[in-house]
């Protein structure tokens, strides 16, 4: 049973009850008082006479009070209402039912929370009167659609049919906001219904701050629906990929970080990674009470190109999500050139020593990207430099002649060049074969050497991380680690309109960049070897060349994609010859979007906003253009791992979060038990009528 008021603003209209008794108070006479023996016997007849007398004044003054009261309460229009329904308003109502369709709603009441919402939102529906207008709107809408109230039952059922189950966390306040928006109009009776389990997660992102505008005399009724939290509930955190880059053949390593929501261990959890809808392995754990757990995995690829994955829990009676999606992107081998200028009889002591073993560390051809092939100057004239993705000259003294020309299509025709000097570089011949001619391959003309004492070494000062050659050395670790580098020996280097990727702390470039054609030329004015820095020796040094050497052959590394959170907006960087194309995302459920891709600076670029489905996610090109061989890609999405937590917020803090917005919370099942609602108008009004004339009656009466 409830009584509330649709006009509540009135109620403070109950402090006029007060002025009655004020005007009596004030109008009473001080009498002084003077005896008289002799009319004594009189006085003892009027007192019998006055009691009468001043009760008839004291029914009076409580009847006008009385009136006040009945006035202020009939201008707030009071409803006594018994069990749950919709109220019996005076005029056409406008009703706003709100149902919660994030993910957490999947484990309410047995898995039936959902539905079992929808079905009592239906005997809402149904149950209004003519003349009355409702919309129902979801917590979450990734149709992104304009809510609008309706009076036809059919389209309200087939709105609320529409609603689906998201991927995601609810919005309470977007939902809310749309609801005060709808009820802005002028109704006799507005009421907003709000079906929810009460999931802290979309509770706590909801402050009254995000409300633009809302009405606090408008009621809220939420419904609660469901108790899950007796459930073993667990879900899969997040996805970890280790390594440098993903290729054929490399092992992939893969954790994935378990957690237990529960206080009660969880035993005998069947954990199994697949690939390309295919189960490669499975792991039983047990998860601890409120803890995590980090199970690993190791696999390789065995061909170039795109994959889908997933991770799941295979347990039954398990609430929370307990599947977590990744792709991956596989290159092939990125192979190599190194042309080694001084040679010597001892490895160690060869000008790239140090280069090709930060490529690949443990010499196996499995082991790394990169396979690394070793040549002397004079074996260049043999050597099909398409054979390669990226070529490296370690400190050449001179470049041949008929080399010259094949350097500059191979680069021009989206090769890279990675330049390092040395003791045996000879100035004249860079210059003249390399930068005086066309096209330039060099970024400015090549000066004087300098070289210092060890003790006198300069440090490197200026490192660009938002070159894509550098991303690799975004810890402060090693960026650290680079900038206490002491280069003793380098050549000074005019740039010519050339980018400056590191620079000493005197501002003498260290790395310089070059575009020519479709590729690219890097140019370090320091040694690849230990004599002229103790760069290769520093930790920085081997992400460094890896990102470099794999910037140069187009940044063909591989990928790991863990995932994006649903309702993320994913960004596709293409080739610039994508641009004003069109192409398709086929979702996780098949179905397919279009996007075009438009021009920024060198690339082509799209993003993608309607990721709403967990899953993985796949782009499909309608012809590649001819000058290009772009991979497809595809890329995975993911529930908000909190969203697996079953824990609801409570009654009191919700009511502290709404207030002063007037909320009442209700059970899913009272719903069902149905209700009556009277309007108590009439009979206040016969009240107010009533103490009128009795107050009249007994006033004339008090006064004859």
């Known amino acids: 049973m409830s009584l509330f008021f649709f006009h509540p603003a009135y109620l403070y209209g109950l402090f006029a009850a007060s002025l009655p008794l004020l005007i009596h108070l004030l109008n009473r006479r001080r009498l002084k008082r003077i005896r008289f023996p002799a009319v004594r016997f009189i006085l003892l007849s009027q007192r019998r006479i006055s009691r009468s007398y001043r009760l008839r004044h004291w029914l009076v003054l409580a ?50 929370g959902f539905e079992q919402a929808k079905q009592a939102i239906t005997r809402l529906v149904t149950s209004l009167k003519v003349g009355d207008r409702a919309a129902v709107i979801p917590t979450y809408d990734g149709a992104r659609a304009t809510p609008r109230l309706k009076a036809e039952r059919g389209l309200l059922l087939q709105d609320l049919e529409a609603i689906k189950l998201s991927a995601t966390t609810a919005d309470f306040a977007l939902a809310l906001k749309h609801a005060y928006a709808l009820l802005i109009e002028p109704a006799a009776q507005k009421e907003i219904w709000l079906f929810t389990n009460m999931n802290l997660t979309g509770w706590d992102r909801f402050s009254l701050g995000q409300l633009e505008h809302y009405d606090r005399l408008i009621p809220l009724k939420i419904v609660k629906v469901g108790e899950s939290n007796r459930l073993p509930n667990a879900t899969i955190k997040e996805l970890k990929f280790e390594g440098q880059g993903i290729g054929v053949g490399m092992p992939v390593h893969l954790t994935a970080q378990i957690v237990n929501f529960g206080d009660e261990e969880i035993k005998d959890v069947p954990v199994v990674l697949s690939l390309d809808g295919k189960d490669r392995e499975q792991k039983l754990v047990s998860l601890p009470p409120q803890g995590e757990l980090a199970v690993s995995f190791q696999f390789s690829l065995q061909r170039p190109g795109s994959y889908s994955g997933r991770v799941e829990l295979k347990k039954a009676g398990l609430a929370g999500n307990p599947v977590s999606y990744f792709a991956l992107r596989a290159e092939d081998k990125l192979r190599v050139l190194l042309v080694d200028g001084d040679p010597r009889t001892s490895l160690v002591q060869s000008e790239t020593f140090f280069l090709a073993r930060a490529l690949n560390p443990s010499a196996g051809s499995d082991a790394s990207l990169f396979l690394p092939t070793v040549v002397i100057p004079e074996g260049l004239s043999s050597v099909n430099f398409d054979s390669y993705q990226a070529l490296v000259f370690c400190n050449v003294p001179t470049i041949p002649e008929s080399l010259v020309p094949k350097l500059k299509d191979y680069v021009a025709r989206g090769g890279g060049l990675l330049f390092f000097l040395g003791d045996r570089v000879q100035i004249e011949d860079y210059n003249r074969k390399l930068f005086q001619s066309s096209p330039a391959i060099l970024p400015g003309p090549m000066k004087d050497k300098k070289i210092l004492a060890a003790s006198a070494g300069e440090t490197i000062d200026k490192i660009d991380l938002g070159h894509p050659a550098l991303q690799g050395l975004k810890e402060r670790i090693l960026q650290e680690s680079l900038r206490s580098t002491r280069v003793q020996g380098y050549f000074l280097v005019e740039p010519n309109g050339a980018s400056t990727l590191l620079a000493l702390k005197n501002g003498n470039p260290v790395l310089l960049e070059k575009k020519v054609g479709s590729g690219r030329a890097l140019f370090f004015t320091t040694a690849a070897d230990r004599e002229w820095s103790d760069l290769p020796v520093k930790t920085a040094y081997l992400p460094l060349v890896q990102f470099v050497v794999s910037y140069l052959a187009g940044g063909k590394r591989g990928s790991a ?32 979007k279009e996007l075009a891709a438009s021009a920024e600076g060198e690339k082509a670029a799209a993003v993608f906003t309607e990721n709403d489905l967990a899953g993985v996610y796949r782009l499909s090109f309608q012809g590649a253009p001819a000058d290009t061989a772009f991979p497809p890609q595809r890329y995975a999405v993911n529930p908000p791992f909190l969203e697996s937590r079953l824990k609801a917020i409570d009654e009191k803090e919700i009511r502290e979060k709404l207030n002063p917005i007037r909320a009442e919370i209700l059970n899913l099942g009272s719903l069902g038990e149905g209700g009556r609602s009277w309007d108590l108008s009439f009979p206040l009004l016969f009240l107010l009528f009533a103490a009128l004339a009795c107050e009249g009656w007994l006033a004339q009466k008090s006064h004859a």
């Open 63 to 112: 009847l006008r009070t009385l009136a006040v009261i009945l006035l202020v309460l009939l201008l707030a229009h009071p409803v006594f209402q018994t069990g749950v329904g919709l109220v019996a308003g005076s005029g056409p109502a406008s009703i706003v039912v709100v149902l919660d369709n994030s993910l957490s709603m999947t484990w309410s009441e047995g898995g039936q």
């Open 561 to 592: 994609d863990p995932g994006l959170m649903v309702g993320s907006p994913k960004s596709f960087s293409l080739p610039l010859s994508y641009a004003g194309r069109r192409f398709r995302i086929v979702m996780p459920d098949d179905s397919e």
